[in-house]
């Protein structure tokens, strides 16, 4: 099926470093959501966003729904050993309720 | 808020025999159901998507016999894997749509010899 582009697909940090990371899509969507999912479980939803240029937090966390619809970012700021995970973007087509989702971000910190 | 469990987190089977996963909305009523499968680095891929009362929709290329869906109530549905084979060996993962977004259970990891 269908995928975004997720960019970076990997990312290796110290420890404090702020990261950015984001997903494009050919098609509009009217929903952003980004998860993290550690080794052996299911993914846990970070943030989520509804318009076109919101802006959200949720702790060190701030993601963006792009202007255009089509794209969105994700940025950590300070990370923390626990941060260390893969990080998914999904998005929800108008009219559609299937999750369309990212390839993935793999976020290492390097001692 | 929020929670959705999946019962066993892991099994081992035997080529052949069938093998049934739960999926539970803990603490919200869940119109609709998805099933993912995830293989080793890679990305979710929607298996099906389910709704109480209702047959499952699968996706392309998912065999709607082999990966039998049963949405019996607003708080369960069950993935039963028919007849598994070692190339079924995957991790499966349901989620669960509350009034505002879909939340994800941890995942069962299934291993077929």
């Known amino acids: 099926g269908q995928q975004l582009n997720q960019s970076p697909q990997s990312m290796f940090i110290q420890e404090g470093e702020d990261v950015s990371m984001n997903c494009t899509s050919s098609s509009i969507f009217n929903t952003w959501l980004w998860y993290k999912q550690d080794p052996g479980e299911g993914p846990v939803l970070l943030i989520a966003?509804?318009?076109?240029?919101e802006l959200t937090s949720n702790g060190r966390l701030t993601a963006q729904f792009g202007i255009t619809r089509k794209d969105s970012f994700l940025n950590i700021s300070a990370s923390i050993p626990s941060d260390v995970g893969i990080y998914f973007c999904?998005?929800?087509?108008?009219?559609?309720?299937?999750?369309?989702f990212g390839t993935g971000t793999r976020l290492t910190i390097i001692p | 808020g929020a929670v959705v469990s999946q019962h066993p987190s892991w099994v081992i089977c035997k080529s052949g025999t069938s093998v049934k996963i739960e999926c539970r909305s803990l603490?919200?009523?869940?119109?609709?159901m998805f099933w993912y499968r995830q293989f080793p680095k890679q990305s979710l891929m929607l298996m099906a998507t389910s709704n109480e009362g209702s047959k499952a929709t699968y996706e392309q290329g998912v065999e709607k016999d082999k990966f039998l869906i049963n949405h019996a109530s607003l708080t369960l549905s069950t993935l039963t894997v028919t007849s598994a084979h070692p190339e079924d060996s995957s991790f499966y993962i349901c989620s669960a749509r509350d009034l505002h977004e879909q939340y994800f259970g941890p995942g069962t990891r299934l291993t077929v010899t």
């Open positions: 966003l509804y318009k076109a240029g």
């Open positions: 603490d919200f009523q869940a119109t609709t």
């Open positions: 999904a998005g929800r087509p108008i009219g559609n309720e299937k999750l369309t």
